[in-house]
């Protein structure tokens, strides 16, 4: 094909047609089956140019290779930009759409007077700029439902893990308490693991309900002597948030089982005499009575330092034997009893006796007013009632029941 150069006086135009150059350019290159090509150097030739001029064009060929132009510096002309990508696009935004700032609003803004305080930002209502006062530290911007950008401390998230109870040898309960929330909990339970630091990542977890408040969790599935790490949570739409860890260790019998002698009524739980995380200890009791109808004893003596509490009735029942030495008093029926292989039986307190009422259903043949090892004072002593399993103080001399029990 033959091109023709034409030139006029202020301009040249390069083409197959003849046609003249555009007057607007000072070079008019015009073809369908051809293009222009520029200069073609490496980085280090196109470096080696002295003193480039504003404009200057070329094609690197080698490092990030493509078209770049001299502006004051060499800079890349992007081959892989989107319209996402570009800082002026344009926009069909109007000086009528809250908090958008289109090419216009930018306009108005740029034209403004320079703020009076350090954080002090302006706000397009759809009708004029409004300066929003200066926020403090640790506040953030809400946009509110009237279409306006408000100040406000968000509450922290506070989330309580609850103590874990109902220990058994495979399931526990425990739960948490959600309160002073600046966002929408939906979602709350527990996670738990044998490693620490659970999180909802995993499939041991409960789902029990949104908001905040208090709630439940029962906790299934757990290996017998296993110590488990638990916490509550609580899920929001920014993230899950977490209470305290607790540790805990499951059972190796339960409530009811035969064991040592005896039938298991009780577990220790923490803040009891002998409770250990890392061992399961209990009581046990006989599977019938000692005694259908004994006196106390020691009638007119003060029995110094019996206890009511969990853990006391073998100090309660030694204190006992060694001021009253009459064998049929309860205390020495117990003190002396060997049963199902074991001699450390003895006399319960009130408040073991309290247990065992309570787990009676696991209990065989017990009925009726039983004696503890609790002494109300030198002439009276308390007692437990199988049937609603209150709590009596009666005179030494009466008679009632006896049931022995034993610590394990």
């Known amino acids: 094909m033959l091109f023709q150069i034409k030139s006029l006086a202020q301009n040249v135009g390069i083409n197959a047609t003849g046609a003249n150059p555009d ?49 004051s510096t060499w800079k890349f002309v992007g081959s892989n930009l989107d319209y996402n990508s570009l800082i002026n696009k344009p926009t069909n935004a109007t000086t009528t759409t809250y908090g958008f700032m289109s090419s216009a609003d930018k306009t108005k803004l740029d034209a403004l007077a320079t703020g009076t305080a350090i954080g002090q930002m302006l706000f397009w209502n759809g009708t004029a700029w409004v300066a929003l006062p200066v926020g403090q530290a640790g506040q953030v911007l809400v946009y509110s439902s009237s279409n306006t950008p408000t100040w406000t401390t968000l509450a922290l998230p506070r989330i309580t893990s609850k103590a874990v109870s109902g220990i058994t040898k495979s399931s526990a309960v425990s739960g948490g308490t959600i309160n002073e929330f600046g966002e929408t909990v939906i979602e709350r339970g527990v996670c738990w693991s044998t490693s620490p630091a659970p999180t909802i990542a995993l499939i041991t977890k409960t789902s029990d309900g949104t908001g905040i408040g208090t709630f439940t969790s029962s906790i299934t599935g757990l290996e017998l002597s296993t110590v488990y790490y638990v916490r509550a949570y609580a899920k929001t739409y920014s993230g899950t948030y977490y209470g305290e860890e607790i540790s805990f260790k ?47 004893g020691c009638t007119g003596t003060n029995i110094a330092g019996t206890s009511m509490s969990i853990g006391t009735g073998a100090a309660n029942t030694l204190a006992i034997v060694t001021a009253c030495t009459d064998p049929l008093t309860p205390s020495n029926i117990c003190y002396s009893l060997v049963y199902g292989g074991y001699d450390d039986w003895y006399l319960p307190s009130l408040d073991e006796f ?55």
């Not at 009422?357 to 002593?381: H, I, L, M």
């Open 23 to 71: 007057n607007s350019a000072m070079l008019d290159i015009s073809s369908t089956n051809k293009g222009l090509l520029i200069p073609r150097m490496t980085q280090a030739e196109r470096d080696a140019i002295v003193s480039p001029a504003q404009g200057l064009m070329i094609f690197q060929t080698d490092g990030t290779s493509g078209f770049y132009y001299y502006q």
């Open 354 to 408: 309290s247990h065992l009422c309570s787990n009676k259903a696991f209990v065989p043949n017990v009925s009726g007013n039983y004696w503890t090892s609790s002494q109300f004072d030198s002439n009276r002593a308390w007692g437990r009632s199988m049937s609603g399993c209150g709590a009596f103080y009666q005179s030494k001399n009466n008679q009632y029941k006896v049931r022995a029990i034993r610590a394990f």
């Open 250 to 296: 499951t059972n190796s019998l339960d409530i009811g089982e035969a064991f040592q002698g005896g039938i298991v009524f009780y577990l220790l739980k923490p803040g009891n005499i002998g409770y250990d995380p890392e061992v399961t200890h209990g009581l046990i009791a006989t599977l019938e009575d000692q005694g259908a109808s004994s006196y106390w």
